[in-house]
């Protein structure tokens, strides 16, 4: 393809020397698909993305991958590509999910990207057009969680739900993909409010420990000692939602589960996450630092639920606003010494914060500390 790649924006002076050769390189290698996947994200992504800013080179770089994807729809590489786009649009996906997927740092009071970067949010959605183009119907068997996965986020809830439906089989749940597939028409139903329950699914005996997470996103009533057991102990799960947190799948579901219920049981509910998230949180001893561990993760998705009206209004909102369950939240969290960045979207300030210092805190979780 020709391209003009001095005409497009970069980190760097440099890159635009540099793209065209990496993408070569990323179009013709035979190297294995964890060299391919190291040289993504600390070479070509250097070259695109600084901090939460993509550059404009995003679209030809795209305009390339869409042409090496049409030619070699099979490609060994294709999935590791998928997950370097994720990654560079990940501000975007978290933007329109608000939960399950990995959270960002936002500031206090900030709006959603697409009302103030609009040439950012064309080049995400460009992306979502390659995903439908080249993904979502051509996949292996072995990438059916990750497709329901992106399909939920991506798709038109009323387009996305029969296939999500139809992939629930016996050969899906043999594989252990069946969870990813019902955590997205939960999600579904969570964020499009789909008229759809568990019971309207033809559902395959599972046995797992797992499925009361899955079926709870759905509004079934599931067992409180095994979602409880799961917040407390986190296990890595190869479910591509909350990457794969058991923790924070399932204190989303238990809270989903009773999003209709009392506002007393409501609060009984976000108690218990509460306490889960603490015995979580004092067992947390990492073998190297990320910005998510899973009890912080929980935290932004709970929270993300709890205020979700408030989400990317770009409005400072009073307490005076809270409703009995939002408030109980907010003042059970500054007990706790914590905040949360899913509430600085909502325009929560901390307790005792002025707000032209909160975006000075390095880590708004650990605020107090």
């Known amino acids: 393809m020709k391209i003009d790649w001095k005409l497009y924006n970069y980190p760097y002076k440099q890159a635009f020397e540099e793209v065209p050769v990496q993408l070569e390189y990323l179009f013709t290698t035979s190297d294995s698909i964890e ?23 995003i679209y030809p770089v795209m305009e390339c991958i869409d042409d090496y994807l049409a030619k070699n729809l099979n490609t060994k590489y294709k999935m590791v590509i998928l997950y370097f786009l994720e990654y560079i649009f990940s501000e975007h996906i978290r ?16 709006k959603a ?28 068997k072995e990438n059916i969680g ?57 559902l395959p005996s599972i046995t797992d420990g797992f499925i009361d997470t899955s079926l709870g996103f759905l509004g079934k009533q599931c067992d409180e000692n095994i979602l409880l057991s799961l917040i407390q102990n986190n296990k890595e799960t190869s479910i591509s939602w909350a990457n794969g947190y058991s923790s924070v799948l399932s204190a989303c579901s238990y809270f989903i589960a009773n999003s209709d219920k009392s506002i007393k049981r409501k609060i009984e509910v976000l108690s218990n996450i509460l306490e889960g998230y603490t015995a979580l949180r004092d067992s947390y001893n990492p073998e190297f630092e990320i910005d998510f561990p899973p009890h912080k ?64 805190i390095y880590d708004i979780h650990s605020y107090l500390e």
């Open 35 to 57: 060299d391919v996947e190291l040289f993504l994200y600390s070479d070509l992504a250097a070259n695109i993305k600084h901090q939460y800013r993509i550059y404009n080179v």
């Open 95 to 110: 933007d329109t999910a608000n939960l399950l997927v990995t959270p960002i740092r936002y500031s206090l009071a900030s």
């Open 113 to 140: 990207i697409e009302t103030f970067d609009q040439e950012e949010y064309l080049a995400y959605l460009e992306f979502k057009k390659l995903y439908f183009k080249h993904f979502s119907d051509n996949f292996q």
């Open 146 to 202: 990750s497709i329901a996965y992106y399909d939920s986020i991506f798709g038109k809830p009323l387009q996305v739900l029969p296939k999500l439906l139809g992939l629930i089989d016996e050969e899906v749940v043999n594989q252990g993909f069946v969870h990813d597939i019902l955590i997205g028409i939960g999600y579904l139903k969570y964020k499009s409010q789909i008229d759809i329950t568990y019971k309207d699914i033809r």
């Open 297 to 360: 993760y929980l935290l932004e998705d709970i929270t993300s639920i709890v205020y979700k009206d408030f989400l990317g209004k770009g409005e400072i909102v009073s307490v005076n606003q809270l409703n009995p369950v939002q408030m109980f939240l907010y003042d059970a969290l500054n007990e706790y010494k914590t905040h949360t960045y899913s509430m600085l979207y909502a325009g929560l300030i901390p307790k005792g914060i002025k707000k032209e210092k909160i975006n000075d």
